[in-house]
């Protein structure tokens, strides 16, 4: 089955909301926004940057339930009154701002629901990319993901590359790290890759897409 990759073209603009505090507020790439079981007084909207929701597994790992992109309007809980049920956690220096639901029209509600609907979308697209396929078939999915976001970027020479760790591409794809990390090494062998630091270029893009099923 030929997948399609995880794009902006899902992300919504952001809107103007009335319940929106006017000036971002900035998140260190590392840290953490709110825990699970914290209260859920807000809304907030991504400005810039990437964050991910997690969620600890009951085999005590870390699961990327879903990446948060600029522009997409997160922390549903509040809608509902209910605790947060996510640790969501900044990859990137990034922004946002809290909105207040006491604040919002109906107008402005609608345009919540359709950035966590496009959101849900694109939820649904990871869970059948983290579950189709064997775990290089994923990794090379999760890091064209990423390569298009603002943890990747292209070199000079018109490369792609994006700045992960092996611990995030495993929360990613649902493995552990030891497998990733075998299999990276694997993929550099075979020319598809080039990892450094904290960094991976993806030296044959052709030939990842080709593996991922994209192409």
Not at 15 to 43: F, N, V
Not at 50 to 66: C, H, K
Not at 149 to 172: D, K, M, W
Request: glycine share 10%; proline share 4%.
């Amino acid at each position: 089955m030929t997948m399609q990759p995880i794009s902006s073209s899902f992300t919504t603009s952001a809107p103007e909301l009335a319940g929106s505090e006017l000036h971002g507020r900035p998140i260190r790439r590392g840290d953490t926004l709110y825990y699970a079981g914290d209260l859920s007084p807000s809304l907030y909207q991504l400005e810039s940057g990437l964050l991910r929701a997690v969620r600890l597994t009951p085999q005590g790992r870390n699961l990327t339930v879903r990446h948060i992109r600029p522009g997409d309007i997160f922390g549903e809980e509040a809608l509902h009154g209910l605790n947060r049920t996510h640790q969501v956690i900044a990859l990137t220096d990034a922004s946002i701002r809290p909105i207040h639901l006491q604040h919002l029209s109906g107008d402005e509600l609608w345009k919540v629901t359709r950035s966590l609907s496009a959101q849900l979308q694109r939820v649904m697209t990871d869970g059948v990319h983290i579950q189709d396929g064997e775990l290089r078939e994923r990794i090379a999915r999760y890091l064209l993901n990423l390569s298009d976001s603002s943890l990747g970027g292209r070199h000079a020479s018109g490369q792609p590359f994006v700045r992960a760790t092996h611990e995030l591409i495993a929360e990613g794809t649902g493995a552990t790290r030891e497998s990733v990390s075998k299999l990276i090494g694997e993929m550099r062998d075979d020319g598809l890759l080039s990892p450094a630091y904290r960094c991976i270029t993806l030296t044959a893009e052709k030939d990842l897409r080709k593996l991922a099923g994209l192409s």
